[in-house]
């Protein structure tokens, strides 16, 4: 079944809309879920939670990527069950690693006025990524927005870990010089 006949299952409000969903998208689900939260149960916890949460939002917003929204559901719901989890940053892991290598570029804010910059900021990295060279910003969502390791996008890309840092690194550099173009302070 295609997205958008699924997007009509869910406009009907029909239960099989669920089932439909998580047959095709139900295992990339839980994959986004299982690498931040590191838990069989709690990844499944999270993509039922993303169903739930897609069911609340449709059929408003059809999204141009249906895909692409269910990552950014699922992986914003288990990185909040993350923070749930350990309010103290535990050294080591490769969430916190991976967030913390680009920390400085994106923060959360609360407020409204921190939100709607927060919106803009995101969407000035969209156009950011759109410019990089293919191999460049794959590499980039992958440590940054599907949590890869290093180790993993080296063997994706076929290439050393070392140079997948220095990519990442570089990448970091041109973003911050992108974001202070576009008026912001980092």
């Not at 993303?50 to 559901?73: G, Q, R, V, Y």
């Not at 910059?117 to 440590?143: D, H, K, S, T, Y």
């Not at 870990?161 to 973003?175: C, F, M, Q, Y």
Request: net charge negative.
């Amino acid at each position: 079944m295609n997205d958008k006949e699924i997007f009509e299952l869910f406009k009907s409000r029909s239960e099989t809309a669920i089932d439909e969903i998580s047959r095709k998208y139900g295992n990339y689900c839980f994959c986004i879920a299982k690498r931040i939260l590191e838990s069989e149960q709690d990844a499944e916890e999270c993509v039922n939670d993303t169903w739930l949460k897609l069911w609340d939002a449709l059929p408003e917003t059809e999204p141009d990527n249906l895909k692409l929204f269910l990552a950014k559901i699922t992986r914003n719901l288990a990185l909040n069950k993350y923070n749930e989890r350990t309010r103290e940053k535990r050294g080591g892991d490769e969430l916190c690693v991976a967030l913390d290598e680009i920390s400085e570029l994106v923060s959360g804010g609360e407020d409204t006025a921190e939100k709607v910059v927060r919106a803009e900021l995101m969407a000035a990295i969209n156009r950011f990524l759109r410019e990089l060279p293919e191999r460049e910003c794959g590499i980039f969502i992958n440590r940054y927005f599907k949590l890869e390791t290093t180790v993993h996008i080296a063997e994706m890309y076929g290439i050393r870990e070392s140079n997948v840092h220095k990519i990442l690194s570089r990448t970091r550099i041109k973003l911050k010089k992108y974001l202070e173009k576009e008026g912001y302070e980092i």
